[in-house]
């Protein structure tokens, strides 16, 4: 499964690269951007230059990643650098640099996203991005999002300033739906509640809403009483429909609500058997 995905995002990220990056001159980042750069101040072949590269790089992935890293990441970055040559003929999608900058973004983070699902790289930064990762509390997309950088930032010795621009938007593309593919794409919501009604609000949520819940006891700052608070975890289109009957039953009622972006567990990401009324709409998640 792992050299599958492996494979099937190496693909996805040279096909992004050479339909929508390479002819727009957009250095999105890493080796790759490197290769934009460079074929165009000294007309290197991308394929090539991602490959040669790749060797001392490799070495370091051997050294501080370890061997079963080191190699998945043999692989990845040899059929990465194939698919790069073998798509180089690829007719260019669009000659505008904003379109190639966001949809190429999707697509390359889409690729790179698979790739990283397989616990391999595509080789080049990708593998100093997962030394990072492993060695520092950076997300991984933050780390490769200031790996990265500085190989974007080497445009502006190639390219005019409105180019770097592009190549910068192109990488936040790129990060952004990296990271979304590691956290999840679905949003819920966690949602603490202090009241006098506690009673009641726990019998709405577990009879009508459906959700579990927890009780957890807590200590006013200012009064010092003690009450309790119900926290309980739903999807973001049951949020407001929460809220509305929870300040029916308690006007008062003080209610925090924070983002949850990766929620396991049943009526989330295992099979729940759902009471709902036939008034609703939407299922939730």
Known sequence: MDFSLVTLGSFV??????SMFLANNIASGGVVGLAVSL???????????VMFT???LLLLCFLFLGRESFLKTIYGSWIYSFFVKFTEDLPTITNNALLAAIFGGVVVGLGLGLVFWGNSSTGGTGIITQILHKYTPLPLAVAMAVVDGFSVAMGLVAFDIDTVMYSILALFVISYVVNSMQTGLSSSRNVMIIS??????KKYIANQADRGMTEIPVKGGFTGKSHTMLMTTVSIQEVPRL??????IDETAFIVVMPATHVMGRGFSLTKRYQLD???????M
């Open 13 to 18: 990220a040279a096909v992004g690269f050479n």
């Open 243 to 248: 809220e509305r009957h929870i300040l029916k």
């Open 278 to 284: 036939e008034k609703d709409i939407l299922l939730p």
């Open 54 to 56: 790749n060797v001392p």
């Open 39 to 49: 074929q165009k101040l000294l007309g290197w072949n991308p394929g090539n230059f």
């Open 196 to 201: 006098k009604a506690t009673g009641e609000i």
